[in-house]
């Protein structure tokens, strides 16, 4: 699969941040030639930083909203394929800041779609969304992509608004001027180098260092956990697959198998038992509490996804568990903890995954 993007023009919007710091990586390591736009690294310490990517590729510091610059830049680029991660990708910060959510999320990718829709070099666009894009209903079953969109928090209804507004731009220019693109909604992505707030793994590592248990706001809460490999996979297999197969663009879920959308408490007991179990060294146990909040902005309950769909058309099959994802966001973390090159893990991680069984 990577050795497609070999010499290949890149353009990644949102590469300084978690996803887009690991699909930066992994284009770089299949030889591609990357131009990255987006803001400063959303986190210190940041995976963006610790792997140095501003020395591999073409990185420019600007924000998605700022369609001159952001057009400049694309121009200069040329690519060849786009893929568009940048986002404020937060729930609890959307009710904070839900202007600048709207903003960065809905015009952010309008601009992205219109440098895509007057390039003269574009071959293939991912415009990457979210499994919180459909109406929840706290259904058990998973959601498939012809189900309704609309959001319930300003973050989900901002990408139900981006997945929306990409299929009419679809419809109305892309496919007159063949240029596939589509839309990717990928679930709960876990892994080493993510160090955002109000998530779940790094909540864990952060209460780790500080010798504190980790606190939860809701142990039932059920999601499509996956590692970020799996999708970040699937983003690059549509991308080279639509051009040759451009009827095969369009919407996709990616997500775990059905296993594998668990509990918040499940994922803490994966985390528990992988911890304690002493491979990685524990020096300090791990253990949560639940602390209700009754002033907490509103979070779906429960959120699956059907995803049929890319199996069909691709033969995609999910290849590692909830189980192993935890294990290998542990892993990673363990050589950022002991001063390693976590470039070296990440590596590693990409050739057990490429190499793993699906």
Known sequence: MLDFYKNKKVFITGHTGFKGAWLSFMLLEAGAEVTGYSLEPPT???IYKLCKL???????????????????VFEEASPEVVFHLAA????????IYPRETYETN?????????????SDTVKSAIIITTDK???????????VEEDFLNGYDPYSNSKSCADILT???????????KIPVSVLRAGNVIGGGDFAK?????????????????????????????HVLEPLAAYLMIAEAQIKHPELAGAYNVGPDEKDVQSVSEMLMHFQTIWNSGEFGKDIPFDWMYTENTNAPHEAAMLSLNCDKIKKNFAWKPRWSAHEAVYKSIEWMQYYLKGKDVSICMQKQMKDYFSSKK
Do not use: H, W
């Open 167 to 177: 299929d009419s731009y679809v419809n109305s220019f892309m496919k007159e001027r």
């Open 133 to 143: 894009v459909y109406r929840n209903d706290n259904r058990a079953e998973g959601y």
């Open 198 to 226: 109000d998530r779940l793994v790094p909540d864990c590592f952060r209460a780790i260092q500080t010798n504190e248990k980790v606190i939860i706001r809701n142990p039932n809460a059920t999601r499509p956990f996956q």
């Open 88 to 95: 404020q990708p937060l729930v609890r910060e959307s009710y």
């Open 106 to 118: 809905v015009m952010g990718t309008v601009n992205i779609l219109e440098c895509v829709r007057t």
């Open 44 to 46: 210190t310490p940041s």
């Open 54 to 72: 501003e020395e591999r590729m073409n990185s420019i510091i600007g924000d998605v909203r700022d369609y001159k610059k952001m057009r400049k």
